[in-house]
């Protein structure tokens, strides 16, 4: 085969798999990415009536400030269900709730991550026990700055649920014996979805990293 000859079938094998579409590359940290900056991917408008406009602008999904709610949802099965831990950049633009309610799977079972509720200021994960965020074990109080970049991390193994904004640890939750759920405003976000509450927000850098087989 001549020179030529190898170089165009290398440029159509290229372009065949994009076009396909190849599984995204995990870097050397073992981190996934579910946002590329530029489409929405598998990502979809949460089917909440109220849900502000969706778009994708330098590199980041906005969320449009919703009537109340508003949002994102992963449309296909989530990557884990369980062993993993997921992260992200989230920003509030706008309003003045929370900017960033990430629910994941946990198993089988959803459960949300809030971050600024309760007019702003409430972290912690909803429900447990059937209590949500302002009224389990799990519940704190930060301040938040409208258009600053918050890291939100949470990881989720066979007996603990943890999270963490900018590095400082907010939940440490043994789960053995703990009933996990969602509240009912939220249920548009399963299995894996970011919602906001009279809030437009700003989420970047979206990635996951698997743990075990």
């Known amino acids: 085969m001549n020179t030529r000859c190898y170089a165009a079938l290398i440029i159509l094998t290229l372009a065949t798999n994009i076009a396909v579409g190849a599984e995204p590359a995990v870097d050397k940290y073992g981190w996934e990415s579910l946002f590329d900056g530029k489409t929405m991917g598998k990502w979809k408008a949460s089917d909440f009536s109220s849900n502000g406009k969706i778009e994708i602008k330098d590199g980041s999904i906005l969320i449009g400030c919703g009537k109340p709610m508003s949002g994102i949802v992963w449309s296909k099965e989530p990557p884990a269900r369980m062993d993993y831990e997921i992260q992200l950049e989230a920003m509030r633009t706008e309003g003045y709730d929370f900017f960033c309610g990430l629910t994941f799977p946990v198993g089988t079972n ?6 600024g509720g309760w007019g702003g200021t409430l972290t912690g994960l909803s429900c447990i026990d059937g209590y949500d965020a302002s009224e389990n074990e799990t519940s704190s109080s930060s301040k938040f700055e ?3 970049w918050y890291k939100i991390r949470v990881k989720v193994s066979k007996d603990k649920i943890e999270a963490w904004i900018d590095d400082k640890q907010m939940v440490d939750l043994a789960t053995e014996n703990r009933r996990i759920s969602v509240r009912w405003e939220v249920e548009s976000s399963i299995p894996l979805g970011i919602a906001t ?3 437009g927000s700003a989420v970047r850098n979206i990635k996951i990293r698997k743990y075990g087989k």
């Open 146 to 148: 409208n258009n600053r």
């Open 110 to 115: 959803p459960c949300t991550f809030v971050v």
């Open 197 to 199: 509450w009279c809030t």
